[in-house]
């Protein structure tokens, strides 16, 4: 064995290097992943906006999808007259919106609670403690 040197660091000054290495590592963890989120947050703010635009113009398409139809089934005065004709279109989404709201509260009595994720987030002080 060799004999210890007043130049070798102690495992006091060994063990406070690691944590604030520790220390920078993880903040440094933290920053790079608050940047990307700005980058994917600016990005997806974009996105919706977009988005949005697209809904905007398709509801527009919609009243006029509507009114098309309802002066097709009037058909110049030869068919329908052109209030039946748009009560026919207004019941006929009635009827979309009812099928839609149905399959939607379906869809939501699906929802349940992410059960595996909180059983396993209350294992986690246990393992940190080194009970398993």
């Known amino acids: 064995m060799e004999p210890v ?8 000054k060994l063990v406070a290097d690691a944590s604030r290495d520790l220390s920078t ?13 700005k980058i994917s947050a600016k990005f997806g703010g974009v ?16 009243v006029m999808l509507s009114i098309t ?3 097709f089934i009037n058909w ?6 052109l209030m039946w004709s748009f009560l026919i279109v207004v019941v006929a989404y009635v009827l979309i ?9 379906r869809s ?19 393992a940190l403690k080194g009970k398993a």
């Open 47 to 62: 996105g919706v906006g977009l988005f949005a635009a697209a809904a905007f113009l398709a509801c527009l398409t919609l």
């Open 25 to 37: 590592l993880v903040k440094q963890e933290i920053e790079l992943a608050k940047s990307e989120l």
């Open 5 to 12: 040197k007043d130049t070798d660091p102690t495992i006091g």
């Open 108 to 126: 939501v009595k699906k929802v349940r609670a992410p059960e595996r994720a909180i059983a396993q987030g209350k294992e986690i002080p246990n």
């Open 97 to 105: 919106i009812g099928g839609l709201v149905f399959a939607g509260i």
């Open 69 to 71: 139809i309802a002066l």
């Open 76 to 81: 110049d005065g030869h068919g329908l007259p």
